[in-house]
């Protein structure tokens, strides 16, 4: 069975940097064609790509995010890691970490991160 | 990168058959067999419902079915049943070798 579970804080100030991490099972981060990616969803609006990492380490950003964002994966950890830099109430959202091969196949149940002073 | 367009809303009443439209440009939808569809029922993670435009994860209703022509993609919900009431987004590889998703669309079952 494959999961994958996001943790983080929950509540940035401003300015700050957050970093979440997706600690997920039933698959290998090493394996051929596999991906982890982040995936975020404001409240009450659409789904908006932020980035992801290959099993060859290939990494991939959102243009309009770029240079706010960093992915790393530990794969004797099972791990991925997204850190955003300089954090805005407009970066308040749920924060989905998801396991690419066909496509966005399987989700984590998402994590609500609120930026608030 | 621009969010793909969809519909704001669509309702069917069930039974009945519902489209929505994913407009996108030559640069994602119209230049790759790499659109997907995800159902999210509120307060939960979406789900997997198409990729590669028309292919059905293990598990999908074929119910569901989706296509391409130019840089539309479209899903088509079948037989719609009272639990199809969701929303619905589509996503699309680009150009950049990233991704980019819909607007979403709130399906109602009337």
């Known amino acids: 069975q494959i999961t994958l579970k996001e943790s983080g804080p929950t509540l940035v100030k401003p300015t700050q940097t957050l970093t979440l991490t997706c600690t997920f099972s039933?698959?290998?981060?090493?394996?051929?064609?596999?991906?982890v990616g982040w995936i975020r969803q404001p409240p009450g609006k659409a789904l908006e790509w932020l980035a992801l990492i290959y099993w060859d380490d290939d990494k991939r950003y959102s243009p309009s995010l770029k240079s706010r964002l960093t992915i790393t994966k530990d794969t004797s950890k099972n791990q991925v890691v997204l850190t955003m830099t300089n954090m805005d109430p407009v970066d308040t959202a749920t924060y989905y970490c998801v396991l690419e091969r066909d496509a966005f196949d399987i989700w984590g149940q998402g994590t609500m991160v609120t930026v608030s002073s | 990168q621009s969010a793909l367009t969809q519909p704001a809303s669509v309702s069917g009443s069930p039974g009945q058959s519902i489209t929505i439209s994913c407009t996108g440009t030559?640069?994602?939808?119209?230049?790759?067999?790499?659109v997907s569809w995800y159902q999210q029922h509120p307060g939960k993670a979406p789900k997997l419902m198409i990729y590669d435009v028309s292919k059905r994860p293990s598990g999908v209703s074929n119910r569901f079915s989706g296509s391409k022509s130019g840089n539309t993609a479209s899903l088509t919900i079948s037989g719609l049943q009272a639990e199809d009431e969701a929303d619905y987004y589509c996503s699309s590889y680009t150009s950049s070798s990233t991704y980019v998703f819909g607007t979403g669309t709130k399906v109602t079952v009337l």
């Open positions: 039933g698959f290998s981060l090493s394996t051929s064609g596999v991906g």
């Open positions: 030559s640069s994602d939808v119209g230049g790759y067999n790499y």
